[in-house]
């Protein structure tokens, strides 16, 4: 991870993460700028990669407490709220990204390596994700969350055309 800077997100890099969130389309969903801002003010927590001032990955997740899920309601975050049935103590990653340039740099591993190591300093009993089912099958995302031990918990279809697998990993 030699010369790759891991740091929280903040105001100065939350424009960068938003392109490639956006470059990261349909792997994770659109969000507008004021959107991401608004995701990463309410957040529990944040990280990006940054490389040579360029940001490389980042991931923005939100704890099962009472003020994200008034935040989640309001903003109407289905998954948040279908896992929410289901899950209790948890951190859910709503949304990760690296740049395409950056891949198979164990970058995604390192970000999950730093959330694990955040929810077992804070007892929290399961991270949370969901993997898109439809419009197509996100294989690759599949494949990273079982090597790190996550278990489908259920699928939940929206419509026609959007579907989620839920998936869990137990910490504690």
Not at 46 to 66: A, K, T, Y
Not at 112 to 122: D, G
């Amino acid at each position: 991870m030699k010369d790759f800077i891991f740091e929280p997100i903040n105001k100065n890099t939350i424009r960068k993460c938003h392109e490639l969130n956006e470059k990261n389309v349909p792997n994770v969903g659109s969000r507008s700028l004021e959107g991401l801002t608004n995701s990463l003010e309410n957040s529990d927590y944040s990280e990006c990669i940054q490389f040579e001032n360029q940001v490389v990955g980042f991931v923005i997740c939100f704890l099962d407490i009472h003020k994200t899920k008034s935040y989640m309601e309001e903003i109407n975050h289905k998954n948040f709220r279908e896992i929410s049935n289901r899950v209790n103590n948890f951190l859910y990653i709503d949304r990760i990204a690296v740049d395409s340039d950056y891949r198979n740099k164990k970058l995604g591993s390192q970000l999950y390596l730093n959330i694990i190591n955040f929810s077992e300093n804070n007892s929290i009993a399961s991270l949370t994700a969901e993997i898109n089912l439809l419009p197509s099958i996100n294989i690759p995302s599949f494949e990273f969350h079982k090597k790190f031990n996550f278990k489908e918990i259920d699928t939940v279809k929206y419509s026609e055309d959007y579907e989620v697998s839920l998936q869990k990993k137990e910490i504690i």
